[in-house]
């Protein structure tokens, strides 16, 4: 898939992003990461996430339920409390939250780490420099790194490998993937 396939693919969710260089950087992010992203399902087992969600394209599908989610709840009143900034912030970490779902290596599985490894990446790739602000950044792979929520341990090991999300924005971007990767919710991708 060409870069520009990337993005187009994700044009109405950059859409939602209102400041131009928070867009730019999300299209930037979108032509590093791995090839997979754009084609793996969002569950490797058929476990964790409804039919949309499985099969080639699932990620994307799955990753752009979460981000509708987003956009439609930051447009009520009680959400009010987030600047705009706020909210661009959290749409572009839910767009790359799952980037690097199966690692560096394209495991066969769900890799417990991956939001730690989006996060590092996303951090220290060079060709993300200097698009949008040093705190910006931070602020996004925060909420990649903990959009697990309460899941923070290893499935074999048991042991305790991600934080959990401790600020309210953190919250905010778990609350929308938990949501977009429920069985009992079902999405219409046409409206």
Known sequence: MMNEEKIELFSKEIGFIQDPTIQKFVEKALTVVPDYFFSIPASSTGKFHPSYALGEGGLVRHTKAAVRIANELLRLEMYGCYTQEEKDLMIAALILHDTY???????????????????????????????????????????????????????????????????????????????????????????
């Open 101 to 191: 779902k199966l690692g560096l290596n394209h495991s066969r599985y769900t890799v417990t780490e991956h939001p730690i490894i989006a996060a590092e990446q996303i951090e220290s790739n060079k060709e993300l420099d200097g698009i949008i602000t040093e705190k910006q950044r931070k602020f996004i792979c925060q909420g990649i790194i903990t959009h697990m929520g309460q899941w923070t341990q290893d499935y074999r090991s048991h042991k305790e490998v991600l934080e959990k999300p401790k600020t309210k924005y953190q919250k905010f971007v778990h609350q929308c993937d938990y949501l977009a990767s429920r069985k009992c919710l079902e999405f219409n991708f046409d409206v």
